[in-house]
Each structure stands twice: as structure tokens, then as C-alpha cells.
């Protein structure tokens, strides 16, 4: 295979989310804390998005792997909540060994007692949803009620983890108290700059088996972060492709031409340029923000309007002495 000529011990660049070749820039370390923050804390409801292909799965499969190991944490992560509610009660009731096909209700009351036993032990459920933009409005709505089974106890942790059209979602009406709910949310974006995809490079090359990290040269590190926007998963495409064009030519540096190469042959998974992506929620705050600067400005007016008039209706005098200072006559 192509990545033993650089002297690999397997492919650096798949895009399956495996969390051994997480890569944490500044973003992705601080998702990481908001993510353990909210666990430690007990935070009931935790917020988690991301553009398409930036490495959320991978992050997220890092945290679960992690929180995995605390012996006060009892961890259901749904990977796909494409589920009717039906099938959502049936799924939470197996993770919690409350049974297959329990009633609603009867689930309900064992999942409350399941949580107060928890709470008396200092222990907390953390449901973890992941690509939780394909949940339905009502199943959302679903997780709210759910919550209300707690009691006033902290032992439920709720994490979402999607993409902006999550955002989207959550800015339905019907789902305002949902929302309310996050006391926490992060947004996570693609590479900044050549030095954070530098920096990725480096990382999967080196837990490839890689004894040197000169694969790339400059340029072309420059060109992959001009190409992908930074983006991982497209970073991973191209850097893969263009490694093999490397190979092909027997060449064990990669260069700039390697990697124009190589987008030609994938320019089906290159990012539209960035567009501004504001959430029906997220431009109400901004119209609301709008209202509330010129309600300010009116009031002022008003005041100093008011202020006008009474000091007119004190000194009438002064009226002709106004007009001839404002008309310059």
C-alpha cells in the first residue's frame, strides 16, 4: 500500500472517526472542557455544534471513550436519533436494564427511581446524542419532559451534539423551553490557520508509525489549508490523494503540485465559500438587540424633547433666541 513507501504502518488519513488520531487544536481542547465541564459539574443540558466534516464524532468518541473510565458516570450514547418515540423508550430502557418493551409509564417510574438511586450514590446518567439534527421536533421535546423525571436532583446529563441545522431546529416555538435548557453550548469550526493543519498532519502521520513528520513540505500544507478551508475531512481526502500521486512518482515528499493533483481528482467534496448561517432564534436576538438600541435612542429624545419644553414654558423669552441660533438668523 502507498503509506509503507513513507514508511507508515497504516493509512493516516481515513475519515472514520477514530478518536486514537484526535487532533486538539485551541477549539477542539475547549469543546473537550465544555464537554468534561459539564459531567463534573452536573450541568442537566449541554449543547454541542459543528459545521459538516470539522470532527465532531471523532471528538465526541474521544469523551465517551474517556468518561467511560469514571466509575460515577453511567454513560447511553445514541448515535442515531432517527427514531420514533416508541423506539427511543425501548432503546433508553435496554441501555438502562430497565427492560425491552416496557410500557411508557411503567418505564417512566422505574427510570425515576433508577435516577434517584443513582443520585444517592453520588452518581450521574449522561444520555449523549450524536447527529442529533435528525431528531424530530417531538422527540426533543421528548428529552425536556424526560428531564422532569430528576426531581430536582442533578443525576441526568443531557449532551446534543449536531450540526447547525440543530440550531435551526431548536429555534422552532415549540421547542423555546428546550432551549432555555442550555446552560451551555459550543460551536465548533474548522482550522484557523496552515499552523493547526500543520499540526493535524503531523499528528496522524506520527500515530500512523511514522518515524519523521516530513511528509509535506510547506506549500503544500498551504495549498491543502487553501483548498479545504480547514476542514479535517476534507483535509484527510485531499492529503490522502495527494499522497499517492507522491508514491506514483516515487517522490517522498509531498508538494504543492501534489496536492493540485489531487483536488482535481476529488473537487466533489471541496466547502462553498462560507456563508453567514444565523438560526431563526439567533436572528431574534438580533432584532431584539435592534429594538431595544432604538428604543434607547427614543427614549433620550423624549427626555431631552421634554426637558426642551419645560425650559421654554419657564423662559418664553429665550424661543426667538433659539430660532435665531438654530436658522443662523
Do not use: C
Request: aromatic share 12%; no cysteine.
Amino acid at each position: 500500500m502507498f503509506y509503507k513507501f513513507f514508511g507508515l504502518s497504516k493509512n493516516p488519513f481515513e475519515v472514520d472517526p477514530d478518536p486514537n488520531f484526535l487532533y486538539l487544536s485551541p477549539q477542539h481542547r475547549e469543546a473537550l472542557s465544555h464537554l468534561t465541564y459539564s459531567v463534573i459539574a452536573r450541568k442537566p443540558y449541554l449543547l454541542l455544534t459543528g459545521d459538516i466534516g470539522v470532527g465532531k464524532t471523532t471528538l465526541l468518541n474521544y469523551f465517551i471513550r474517556n468518561i467511560k473510565k469514571k466509575q460515577d458516570i453511567f454513560l447511553v450514547p445514541i448515535y442515531n436519533p432517527n427514531l420514533t418515540i416508541a423506539d427511543f423508550y425501548h432503546l433508553l430502557s435496554d441501555q438502562v436494564k430497565i427492560g425491552i418493551n416496557v410500557p411508557k409509564p411503567k418505564f417512566l417510574i422505574e427510570f425515576s427511581n433508577k435516577l434517584l438511586k443513582l443520585a444517592t450514590e453520588g452518581k450521574a446518567l449522561v444520555i449523549v446524542i450524536d447527529e442529533a439534527q435528525a431528531a424530530s421536533e417531538e422527540l426533543l421535546e421528548e428529552l425536556r419532559l424526560l428531564s422532569n423525571a430528576t426531581y430536582g436532583s442533578n443525576s441526568l446529563i443531557m449532551i446534543l451534539v449536531g450540526q447547525p441545522d440543530l440550531l435551526q431546529k431548536l429555534s422552532s416555538p415549540k421547542l423555546s423551553s428546550l432551549r432555555q435548557r442550555f446552560s451551555y453550548r459550543y460551536h465548533l469550526g474548522p482550522f484557523q490557520d496552515e499552523y493547526e493543519v500543520s499540526q493535524y498532519l503531523i499528528t496522524r502521520i506520527l500515530r500512523s508509525g511514522s518515524p519523521k513528520t516530513r511528509i509535506f513540505n510547506n506549500e503544500a500544507i498551504a495549498e491543502i489549508f487553501h483548498l479545504s478551508r480547514g476542514v479535517p475531512r476534507v483535509i484527510n481526502i485531499l492529503a490522502e490523494h495527494a499522497m499517492i500521486n507522491a508514491y506514483l512518482r516515487k517522490e517522498t515528499v509531498v508538494g504543492r503540485e501534489d496536492v493540485k493533483m489531487a483536488a482535481k481528482e476529488v473537487e466533489h467534496v471541496f466547502v462553498s465559500p462560507k456563508k453567514s448561517f444565523q438560526t431563526n432564534f439567533e436572528i431574534s436576538e438580533v432584532n431584539s438587540r435592534k429594538k431595544s438600541y432604538s428604543s434607547w435612542f427614543l427614549t433620550l429624545f423624549l427626555i431631552f424633547f421634554l426637558i426642551l419644553t419645560i425650559y421654554f414654558l419657564v423662559n418664553p423669552e429665550k424661543i426667538s433666541d433659539f430660532w435665531r441660533l438654530f436658522w443662523g438668523k
